[in-house]
């Protein structure tokens, strides 16, 4: 794409895009959840921990998870990341709607017919989330910063080091459960499904928006300066 081209394309602001990406991605993961397929991978670590550890609730599980990947962060980086501080209160809004919708939704059916209609929305609404928050020019929530860090520290292609995580994720799930709890919990068909393919669906759609919408914030302005 060229500099003209580029500067051609609808403007999308990326404190708008963060704020969506928090409400659509915590959608997605409860919506996964109530599918009853499996959960998402990157969440299944603090839900099997909410699980073991039934005194706090899965979005308090979720804000621990993602403070433990924001330190992991700058200890590869080997230095202090001021950004990544602000990606701590993302998360802790991701974490506190994990828990508002879990609460709100509690009500949806649970036919086969809407299991299988909650799954298909909610892959698609992390995937379209995940891909809007690496390009909204913001700290984003700790467990979409991860990968797209990592991939960056270590110079390898967004979708292998998702997938990667995933199956990182879905290994340690089924660890924790199956020695706490006696049986595999939070795992399934679709969170296998989810951690095969959607680095790639995420890859996608970010191509996608890269050719139809450009994203400014603050920061890009201050960094483009």
């Known amino acids: 794409m060229t500099e003209k ?47 073991v550890f039934p005194h706090l609730t899965l979005g308090t599980w979720t804000y621990i998870f993602q403070g433990t990947l924001i330190f992991s ?37 649970m036919t086969i017919p809407c299991r299988v209609l909650y799954f298909a929305a909610g892959y698609l609404l992390i995937a379209f989330g995940v891909a809007l928050s690496n390009r909204c020019g913001l700290p984003i929530i700790p467990t979409d ?48 499904i989810a951690a095969f393919t959607m680095g790639k669906v995420i890859g996608s759609i970010g191509e996608c928006m890269d050719h139809h919408v450009k994203f400014v914030s603050f920061m890009t302005k201050k960094n483009a300066m």
């Open 5 to 51: 081209t580029e500067k051609q394309l609808p403007v999308f602001r990326g404190e708008i895009s963060l704020l969506a990406v928090i409400l659509i991605n915590s959608l997605g993961v409860v919506l996964m959840l109530f599918a009853g397929s499996g959960i998402s991978a990157i969440s299944s670590v603090p839900y099997a921990l909410s699980l």
């Open 73 to 109: 962060l700058m200890i590869m980086r080997k230095k202090f990341v001021p950004n990544y501080l602000f990606s701590f209160v993302v998360g802790f809004a991701f974490s506190m709607m994990l828990d508002v919708y879990e609460l709100k939704l509690a009500w949806l059916p």
């Open 145 to 192: 910063l991860f990968p797209r860090e990592v991939s960056a520290i270590k110079n390898w292609k967004y979708s292998r080091v998702k997938i990667t995580c995933d199956l990182t994720c879905l290994a340690v799930t089924g660890l924790l459960t199956g020695i706490f709890l006696g049986h595999i919990d939070g795992l399934g068909i679709g969170t296998v």
